[in-house]
């Protein structure tokens, strides 16, 4: 039987490893938390999981919230213009749901599901020094930790890595005490409010109750950028609505008496949206593999990371069985990222597309509004980015997508009526 150590309980580290149980592998899974310290702790991350990641879940029976919890089957996008004026409104019904479930409660079910399943489970903060003792226990090492020293002996791929700095600061609060009506509540929202920030409103599940997700992402320096100061949950969530009434005083009316579901229920911080080399190299020459967020990092904005996580830890699995008692070598460490490459290149193109939106974005924004068949295509695209590649990234691509669409182009040209472009 061969041994897999997965290092990191994660999006993709939990899900990698439940599929090799379920094959039939030994799999060590290195976590520097118990399941009961991540279910009380603050979350890493507030992801929504589209259509294909919710079926990859799925299929490995890791769905274990979707009769308790209805999921996101309505979209509603106000655009504004740069001085927080409603220019377009995007409305639709979904063709598939999106779901947003609490990171610790997910992680902490999983890992017992794991150990349930037969998986090996050991708490420990790994170093790079813990991580030569296993290159010489395991087949395969894979590192799915995105933070910390661990990322560090993955080198960051300049070519790959459109950015080298934060492009917004986040700040995000699972709450409940909207007000709003039900049907409200069960639709996702996104203000955009060009220059300043995205203002987003996400029906979430959280311990066994119904939440909402309210999370701001502030262009650096803006006068939505006001969290940088903020040490508590309740802080940010005053600065959170101060900026809100401020920015969108009708908003504020639905969010004024919001409050944290629990006092870990916020999270704070930058990213930096990076792509960095899938093969780690240690001091003794020894290689170990990179998952998830510590190779493919990506800015929330987009919804991109928790996804993208699953669907590579999937491959992963995919190729491992695969490639039967045959050595995991450095060569077949780059063939299997160099193939999700291909799919996750998008993924980081829609996402840079939202954080610096491109000259031909309003053109976009406007047809999507008089033409619901270009919005679906556009949702449609965050379940699967490459079916966006045809039309979506640039402008004469996009201008050709319109004129068969039919759409009106040129409004870009327009800035008071429209203008998502950073001045």
């Known amino acids: 039987m061969r041994r897999i150590g997965i290092i990191g309980a994660g999006q993709a580290g939990l899900h990698l490893g439940i599929g090799l ?43 274990f919230w979707d009769e308790q919890f209805p999921s996101t089957d309505k979209i509603r996008t106000e655009v504004c213009n740069p001085e927080g004026k409603t220019a377009l409104v995007l409305s639709s019904n979904l063709e598939q749901p999106w779901q947003g479930v609490d990171q610790r409660l997910k992680f902490s079910t999983w890992i017992h599901e794991f150990v349930k399943r037969g998986g090996e489970l050991v708490v420990q903060a790994m170093t790079p020094k813990d991580l030569e003792e296993c290159t010489q226990s395991y087949d395969l090492v894979v590192v799915s930790v995105g933070r910390g020293s661990l990322s560090t002996i993955f080198e960051r791929d300049a070519q790959k890595s459109k950015h080298d700095e934060p492009k917004r600061h986040i700040a995000s609060a699972i709450v409940t005490g909207l007000k709003a009506d039900t049907v409200d509540l069960c639709t996702a929202k996104m203000t955009v409010i060009p220059g300043v920030g995205e203002i987003f409103q996400y029906p979430f599940y959280t311990k066994g109750k119904f939440s909402t997700l309210v999370a701001l992402e502030a262009y650096l320096g803006g006068v939505m950028d006001q969290f940088s100061q903020v040490q508590s949950g309740q802080q940010l969530l005053e600065v ?10 009708e908003y504020y009316e639905v969010v004024k008496d919001m409050e944290l579901v629990d006092e870990q229920a916020w999270v704070n911080g930058k990213i930096t949206q990076t792509v960095r080399q ?12 990179g998952i998830g967020d510590v190779v493919i990092l990506h800015d929330p904005i987009a919804g991109q990371g928790a996804n993208c996580a699953t669907k590579m830890a999937h491959l992963v699995k995919q190729r491992i069985i695969e490639h039967g008692n045959q050595h995991f070598d450095e060569s077949w460490m780059q063939r299997v990222f160099d193939e999700f490459w291909n799919y996750a290149q998008y993924s980081h193109a829609l996402t840079d597309c939202l954080l610096t939106p491109p000259a031909h974005l309003p053109d976009i924004m406007v047809a999507m509004a008089e033409n619901p068949g270009i919005l679906r295509d556009y949702l449609n695209g965050f379940n699967h980015p490459p079916s966006l590649s045809t039309w979506f990234f640039d402008a004469e691509s996009t201008k050709e997508y319109l004129a068969q669409k039919k759409a009106r182009v040129g409004v870009s040209s327009q800035p008071d009526q429209l203008c998502l472009v950073e001045r």
Do not use: W
């Not at 799999?27 to 079926?55: H, W, Y």
């Not at 959170?240 to 005083?249: E, S, Y």
């Not at 899938?278 to 593999?289: C, E, H």
């Open 21 to 63: 149980v379920d094959a039939g592998y030994a799999v060590t899974l290195f976590s520097d938390r118990t399941p009961e310290a991540i279910l009380n702790a603050k979350p890493m991350g507030t992801p929504i999981l589209f259509p294909d990641a919710l079926q990859l879940e799925c299929n490995l029976g890791l769905n």
């Open 240 to 249: 959170g609505k101060k900026v809100i009434q401020h920015l969108k005083p």
């Open 278 to 289: 899938p093969i780690g190299r240690l001091p003794s020459g020894a290689i170990v593999m």
